[in-house]
């Protein structure tokens, strides 16, 4: 099993639908993330959590919205989604070694 | 946070060894320096990380100067699969959300 898995893996919805998409690590670190990732471009923060109590925003957060279930499961939302969201979405976790990723959601909205 | 500087994208073949060049002229005494790859449609890999001097691993080694204002990765023999965008991100160990990632380095490696 992978270190860091996100389901669904691709994702086509509608403008104004509600969407969730999850995150589940077996690395047993505190630290989670939701990043975006437009083509072309780097990574952009969404949210992140340092334990299950502490939820952050980050640069992009607007649109968005995060629930840290468990150490394990950090899951993101989408309340409303409309087309410039549409991207490919990634959830990572850290330790002092660095960041594991999970293979990335990749989200359509038309 | 330190400022990271990396070309936009550098082009190789294969077998030659691939040099890409990171500034970062505002390092800050408890900063390190870590290397990503990325392959298409895939989350960032961690490559390598270091403080100064050199650090070699079995994918990559980095060279630091005695300044640490900027770095070098080093890709020896290179091959096609090393095709990929590769990021340089510098801040404390353990930084987490304080690490941006920048546009990073597009590297082609060419038949």
């Known amino acids: 099993d992978a270190d860091v898995t996100q389901t669904p893996r691709n994702r086509i919805t509608k403008t104004g639908k509600r969407i969730m998409l999850e995150c589940s690590q077996t690395?047993?670190?505190?630290?989670m993330y939701w990043y975006r990732q437009d083509p072309g471009l780097g990574l952009r923060l969404i949210y992140y959590?340092?334990?299950?109590?502490?939820?952050n925003k980050g640069e992009i957060s607007d649109g968005y919205s995060v629930s840290r279930q468990a150490q394990a499961k950090f899951s993101l939302s989408l309340e409303s989604a409309i087309p410039n969201q549409t991207a490919l979405y990634f959830c990572?976790?850290?330790?002092?070694?660095?960041?594991?990723f999970g293979s990335g959601t990749r989200l359509t909205v038309v | 946070l330190a400022k990271t500087t990396q070309p936009i994208s550098m082009d190789s073949y294969e077998g030659q060894e691939v040099n890409i060049t990171c500034s970062h002229n505002n390092i800050a005494t408890n900063d390190y320096i870590t290397w990503y790859q990325q392959f298409p449609s895939q989350g960032p890999r961690f490559i390598i990380q270091g403080y100064k001097t050199k650090v070699t691993n079995e994918v990559a080694s980095l060279f630091i100067p005695a300044d640490r204002k900027s770095s070098t990765l080093s890709l020896p023999r290179v091959s096609l699969s090393d095709t990929a965008v590769y990021y340089c991100l510098v801040g404390p160990k353990g930084a987490g959300n304080m690490l941006t990632f920048g546009g990073g380095t597009r590297l082609m490696v060419k038949p």
């Open positions: 959590s340092f334990d299950v109590k502490d939820i």
């Open positions: 990572a976790t850290s330790d002092l070694s660095g960041y594991t």
């Open positions: 690395k047993g670190h505190d630290r």
